[in-house]
């Protein structure tokens, strides 16, 4: 074997490798993301997003939003 | 201003020149007091920040100030046992938590880097069009994704995923974590390693092929070499990111306070200790102080991996 067959095996070697690497950390991430996305539809129901004192995550989705906006409110002008 | 040249009365054109020169004024003033503001901005956040760091040195140094611990006890010694009072007598070894800090952040720079920028090359040398279209956007969305989310699938999937696989009792270990931190961090060095990659002029390539490399030739022989600093800055990115990580590795590591034995021991790391022990810790106490030392720590190496990140992405010189 030559040294530019070599090159060329090495080559295409290295392109699979980097096709593997891609396809799996695709498919890594694809399925993070639905382990999550599905996980959380099917586990919500419309009762859990009320404002009661149990059972419900209104209160901390809205202290969520809330902080968010408060923060940006001292930082948009720093920026 | 052109409309004045037309035959307008003495009287008007004066009041007109006026007028501008009113508005010229009040154009000044603006731009000044926005100025100031502006510039009152960027002092205040430059003030924000020497005021963390002093209030973190002047807290940190308790230690070895009031309570009299010497630096070498804090930082080479596994004896952590501090009294939660004011009067001290405790011990602060705090060398199992750098420890787990560093096996932790190393574990996952072990994992993610190879992977980040195989990734990185794939989406711009290999397959640029895929790459741009769909493999970047999904990875650029996956380094906004809150590290609550990760440690929580880690601890949902992965641990019992380990516990099965390797036959232990516990899952929660130091390779948990690493592979946790290194999903959180592939992002980050993907997509810091792709723009240095990508910014790698396309005459460069062009001339390796004319010399007759092959693809790999070209990209181990030239590209990587031109985006080196680049590729090193995401690294060391991805290095912070996994030494501040608290919440997904306080979920994972398994909470105990004894020096790792192996990759699959449970430890502490300084973040999730801080973490941990923060709330219940008295004001003023040993604990506290202690505490307040590891933060500074934590901040002398962000501090140290900023600086590395300037050094190597500073503008180089041409070399001959």
Known sequence: MNRVQRARGINQIMTGVFYLIAVFFFTLLIGFASYVIIKGFTGATPEMFAFARKGSIGNQLFNTIYLVFISLLFSIPLE | MYCVFRENSEQQYISLIKGENMKKQNMFAKEYAWRGLMTAGGLLVIAITICIGAFLIYKGSGTFTIFGHSIFEFLGSTDWNPEDNAQGGGTVGALIFIVGSLCTCGLALLIATPFAVGSAIFMIEIAPKFGEKFYRPIVEIFAGIPSVVYGWVGLTVLIPAIKKVFHLQVGHSVLAAGIV????????????????????????????????????????????????????????????????????????????TALPKGLFSTTKSLTTEIAAQMGNATEGGEMKTALWTMALLLFLLSLLFILLIHYFSRPKKDKE
């Open chain 2, 181 to 256: 931190l290194a999903l959180m961090i592939f992002p980050t060095i993907s997509n810091v390693a792709a723009d240095s990659i990508h910014s790698v002029p396309k005459d460069y390539r062009m001339a390796a092929y004319g010399l007759g490399s092959t693809r790999w030739q070209s990209i181990y022989k030239v590209v990587i070499p031109a985006a080196g600093s680049g590729i090193l800055s995401g690294i060391i990115l991805g290095l912070a990111r996994a030494f501040g990580e608290a919440l997904a590795v306080a979920m994972v590591i398994g909470q105990t």
